[in-house]
């Protein structure tokens, strides 16, 4: 059976993990395509990246585990057309491939209202891992954000500016209130009030009607006539389905988009299936995840001979927006004769919950909870089980009062068939049965066992209650602790280091625990040490207890060496300490490289120090950066495998030897460039105009990519070449480019505009089509060969050097109306008055 799986998102990968696990080995062949440059990753907890976790952390399988389970894998190469008579699709790279059964898992795209101004730079969608890197790299020049949307990404997106260090930030929202399909007016009153107390500007019925300024934004403008001055702006004003692929198949789809499919999740093709965020099922699509793998579920079983139905999905969501809770459950608006509702304020805590309950008081029809959300999941089961309510309905959200009553039976109560991890559709049957049977003592081993609680964590809590029952059950002793050094849980054992007045590991040991430590307890002890008390952490007693690159306070690398890597903040730093590294540098004879857009600015001369300035930097080896011009700016790397663990080849000879070739290369605007030394893309080689990432053959060769108001990532234009074909396909990549693009238009405005696009892109460059590429080479050799410094040949010529005096009877005189304040350990111009 050949399956092809477009769409490689959670969804999607999902449905590849059910079909190994579900169908014999060998019965199938899968083949997955793959727009983004990375396998499927984890965009439910999206915003944690910008709390440390890193891409790798958000992944959900790395490109070894599709081999390992024999599926061919496909990236950076979006499928752009079915064919359904011949059952074939099409690729973006020219690929063809045949299926049985094919399953569309296209997902959704932002929803980005045409506002005029929207793609000035400064402006960013809320969707993938490379829209949070271009945020990252944007935040440093900004004072004022906004976020446009106060749903829950729109929410979320705002958590991500404050984690950015950004700290006036506002949220701009249509409706009349923030959240307007969870929450009531009531609740949204006070979850405003808790995000303003925390530094949050909300702004509700606003219409955003222009985004203003030059190049960049600077203002926002309303339909009210409000304006608002920011330097970002985030939309995140809800999603589309992705049914583009499927409507030119000409498969049936909604009037308002997604592609219409029945309970099988069969389309109006009885070959193809879809699921996830373009599938619109009676109506409806389904924004969460939990769905999207109930439709995954359903798919497989279909495909392995089963006649599962999906008859739509329970929408309850619990979220920490912020550092607060917001949940709703069941029919959170019902209303109503045959409903009561039930509502507890507290405007003083924040804290608002409210519950439905049928009219004789014996099922709780749904509810919402801000600010206070501890009830969730056992409200969320009682609803969806029909369990019995206590005498006192209120205390579901009250509490229960006087005695040991309490409101609810807890998790013993729930029937065995109780749904507790929707996302993975795991029962409360199938988890006790996994500590009981399997021996599963740990919600670690739940996880690892059942992937209950994998996904959005939600039932996290329910899972460690119903771990804690049945060990109890089986009459064991349940306790949280660090390890088996420390009989305390972390929680516990901060506190009694504090009480006890421990400084060190060795007395942690000798006064709380036993034995010698281990890798799980020594960083967590070191950890606490550190945060109580603010010591050395290498202090005696404590070095030993370190992670291995905190033990020498520097990042181990290749070949036993470490880095160091001073700290500079804002990248701001001043001559004396740049000669300083230089000096020890050169004294310890270490490897130097500047990060980052990997060139220093000095800002602040005069015009007539320009040329003056230029002979100094000219005498010590340095040329233009043509920073100034429409031309090559930079050829960024990282330090490849010269010093990287991970490095396949020398990324940093070879950006030199492109940025030497090309330096001076005029075209109709700037070129950025960067290599690779490894797929972990440390340099960001896709998001230039033309990028290069080294693979275990030779090099892959991005083109087309850009940042900006309009980022867009760069498409993968040839694979594994060797150094010189690589070289070739640039110079005629350029020169196609610098012939036929408009004028101001960046490489990837001209690939756009291209009628073929990357396809018809790679036949000219590689397949020759044109029968052009021997003169292109021949005429970038020429610039390549005719190469001048613009700096050096101004201050030879006595001509062009005249021109950088300011009074032409006094050329040594600086202009007089220059004014300088100062800034930290250096110099600022002085505002315009």
Request: aromatic share 8%.
């Amino acid at each position: 059976m050949r399956i092809v799986i477009i769409g490689n998102g959670m969804v999607g990968y999902k449905c590849c993990e059910k079909l190994v696990a579900r169908m014999a080995p060998g019965s199938m062949e899968i083949t997955v395509f793959g727009e983004e440059s990375r396998p499927a990753y984890d965009r439910v907890h999206l915003s944690a990246y910008f709390a440390g976790k890193t891409a790798e952390d958000l992944s959900l399988a790395t490109a070894d585990w599709y081999a390992e389970n024999g599926i061919t894998l496909y990236l950076s190469d979006p499928v752009t057309r079915i064919d359904r008579e011949a059952r074939m699709v099409y690729s973006h790279q020219g690929l063809a491939v045949p299926y049985d059964y094919l399953v569309l898992a296209t997902g959704s795209s932002a929803f980005v209202p045409s506002i005029p101004g929207v793609e000035k730079e400064g402006v960013f969608i809320y969707r993938t891992i490379e829209d949070l890197e271009l945020m990252t790299r944007w935040a440093p020049r900004t004072k004022t954000a906004a976020v446009i949307g106060g749903g829950l990404l729109g929410l979320e997106a705002a958590k991500a500016l404050i984690d950015l260090g950004i700290k006036s930030t506002h949220v701009i929202e249509f409706a009349p209130r923030l959240m307007p399909r969870q929450i009531d007016e009531a609740g949204s009153g006070i979850l405003k009030a808790k995000l303003e107390s925390l530094g949050l500007s909300i702004h509700t019925n606003k219409n955003t009607t222009a985004i203003e300024g030059g190049e960049h934004i600077e203002a926002m403008s309303f339909s009210d006539g409000d304006r608002l001055k920011i330097d970002m702006l985030v939309i995140s004003a809800g999603i589309k389905p992705r049914d583009e692929l499927a409507r030119a198949a000409g498969l049936e789809t909604g009037s308002r988009g997604g592609i219409i499919v029945n309970e099988h999740m069969l389309t109006s093709d009885q070959n193809i299936f879809a699921i996830g965020e373009c599938a619109l099922y009676n109506g409806m699509i389904y924004g969460l995840v939990a769905p999207g793998y109930e439709m995954a579920e359903v798919v497989v079983n279909r495909l392995s001979g089963g006649d599962k139905c999906f008859t739509g999905f329970d929408m309850s969501t619990k979220l920490k927006l912020i550092g607060t809770d917001v949940a709703s459950f069941g029919d959170p608006f019902i209303t109503g004769e045959e409903v009561k509702t039930i509502v507890m304020e507290d405007g003083f805590k924040g804290v608002y919950k409210r519950i439905n309950i049928s009219k004789d008081g014996k099922e709780l029809l749904g509810g919402i909870l801000v600010g206070d959300a501890a009830a969730y999941n056992m409200l969320l089961q009682t609803c969806k089980n029909k369990l019995v309510l206590p005498p006192n309905v209120e205390d579901l959200i009250l509490g229960a009062r006087g005695g040991e009553g309490d409101a609810g039976a807890g998790v013993a109560s729930l029937p065995d068939e109780a749904l507790i991890c929707s996302c993975e559709s795991i029962s409360k049957g199938a988890i006790c049965n996994s500590v009981t049977d399997g021996g599963c003592e740990t919600v670690e081993a739940i996880k690892k066992c059942t992937k209950a609680g994998t996904c959005c964590g939600g039932c996290i809590p329910m899972i460690k209650d119903l771990v804690n029952h049945s060990l109890k059950a089986q009459g064991k002793y349940v306790r949280n602790v660090l390890c088996e050094h420390f009989q305390y849980s972390r929680q516990e054992l901060f506190d009694l280091i504090r009480i006890h007045d421990i400084h060190s590991m060795d007395a942690a040991l000798d006064k709380l625990g036993s034995g010698h430590g281990c890798e799980t307890c020594k960083p967590a002890v070191a950890s606490i040490l550190a945060s109580l008390w603010g010591e050395m952490i290498l202090k005696k007693g404590n070095a030993t207890a370190q992670d291995s690159n905190d033990r020498f306070l520097a990042n181990i690398q290749k070949g036993g060496t470490y880095s160091v890597v001073p700290r500079i903040p804002g990248g701001e730093i001043s001559p004396d300490k740049l000669i300083v590294i230089g000096q020890v540098a050169k004294k310890y004879n270490l490897y130097t490289k500047i990060t980052g857009g990997q060139r220093i600015d000095l800002f602040g001369a005069h015009l007539s120090d320009l040329p003056l300035i230029w002979e100094e930097l000219i005498a010590a080896g340095f040329e233009s950066g043509h920073a100034y011009g429409k031309a090559l700016r930079t050829v960024k790397s990282c330090v490849g495998s010269t010093w990287c663990r991970f490095g396949l080849h020398d990324s940093v000879s070879y950006a030199i030897r492109v940025e030497e070739r090309y330096r001076g290369l005029r075209a109709p605007h700037k070129i950025k460039s960067a290599v690779s030394g490894c797929i972990r893309e440390c340099a960001e080689a896709q998001s230039k105009d033309f990028g290069i990432i080294a693979t275990e053959k030779g090099w892959n060769l991005y083109v087309c990519g850009n940042g900006g108001s309009k980022p867009q990532h760069a498409l993968l234009l040839a694979t594994d070449l060797d150094s010189e074909t690589c070289i070739r396909y640039i110079d005629r990549f350029l020169m196609f480019y610098i012939r036929t693009a408009d004028p101001l238009a960046r490489t990837a405005t001209w690939l756009n505009k291209m009628e073929g696009g990357i396809d018809y892109l790679r036949n000219v460059i590689i397949n020759d089509s044109l029968g052009m590429c021997e003169q292109w080479e021949a005429e970038m050799q020429l610039l390549v060969d005719s190469y001048e410094c613009e700096w050096k040949a101004a201050v030879e010529n006595p001509e062009i050097r005249k021109r950088f005096s300011h009074f032409v009877n006094a050329p040594e005189e600086k202009d007089p109306t220059v004014q300088f304040e100062a800034l930290r350990s250096q110099k600022r111009a002085a505002e315009w008055k």
